[in-house]
């Protein structure tokens, strides 16, 4: 089993819909969690963290589940630019190290 | 100026030449690293430094070493390439006590071909 799982999609949704991504990880003893969004051949790039039970900023809400080991990303009013792959990631106290999910693809159509 | 280069940013070589990837950064993060990444498989770690008397091994250091000549640089060597080295490269840097504890910024990535 991956440490970090994903759903890789691709999930293609129609402009303004809601779009959730759920994500599960098997180190009960991990701390932070973060989403991370990656344009087509790009450096991934910070777009949440996820230190207590969720974070919310603007059309993005992130919500962490420790009891089931879940983190879900949850995206409203879909624009076009929110078209890329988003990357589940989770940090190791232990090793100071982050393990990331393959990835889920999103295309948001016209 | 981005905070974390890479150079080369391409880069097409031939099986059993040796290789470099550059990674320098105005951070002043302790902490580096080098992924590849590869289609299907996401990122997975080569090798990560905590500060430059410390290099480790991550999950896939086989055919790879590294040099961390000083608090902003951190070398990717291969040193005899073969083809399944064929990926994209990113470099990260972390700062572990920071605001955003346990964030890694990534530079641009290196797209390296082995023919």
């Known amino acids: 089993r991956k440490e970090v799982e994903q759903d890789p999609g691709p999930f293609n949704v129609p402009e303004g819909a809601t779009v959730a991504f759920n994500c599960t990880y098997s180190?009960?003893?991990?701390?932070?969690f973060f989403w991370y969004r990656q344009d087509c051949r790009k450096e991934p790039k910070l777009l949440m963290s996820?230190?207590?039970s969720g974070n919310e900023d603007g059309r993005f809400t992130a919500q962490l589940n420790r009891a089931s080991q879940y983190i879900s990303l949850l995206i409203r009013d879909s624009k076009l630019s929110d078209s890329a792959t988003y990357l589940c990631?989770?940090?190791?106290?232990?090793?100071?190290?982050?393990?990331f999910g393959q990835g889920t693809t999103l295309q948001v159509k016209p | 100026d981005a905070d974390v280069t890479q150079t080369p940013r391409n880069r097409i070589t031939k099986t059993g030449k040796r290789i470099m990837l550059e990674c320098s950064q105005t951070?002043?993060?302790?902490?580096m690293y080098w992924y590849r990444q590869d289609p299907g498989l996401g990122l997975r770690l080569i090798y990560y430094?905590?500060?430059?008397?410390?290099?480790n091994k991550g999950e896939i250091s086989d055919g790879y070493s590294v040099s961390r000549q000083a608090q902003a640089k951190f070398s990717l060597s291969l040193e005899s390439a073969i083809p399944n080295q064929t990926a994209l490269y990113f470099c990260?840097?972390?700062?572990?006590?920071?605001?955003?504890?346990?964030?890694?910024?990534f530079g641009p990535g290196t797209r390296l071909t082995v023919l």
């Open positions: 990260a840097t972390s700062d572990p006590g920071g605001e955003a504890k346990d964030t890694q910024y």
């Open positions: 180190n009960s003893a991990s701390q932070s």
């Open positions: 996820v230190y207590s």
């Open positions: 990631v989770v940090y190791h106290p232990n090793t100071g190290k982050l393990i």
């Open positions: 951070k002043g993060h302790d902490r």
């Open positions: 430094s905590f500060d430059v008397k410390d290099i």
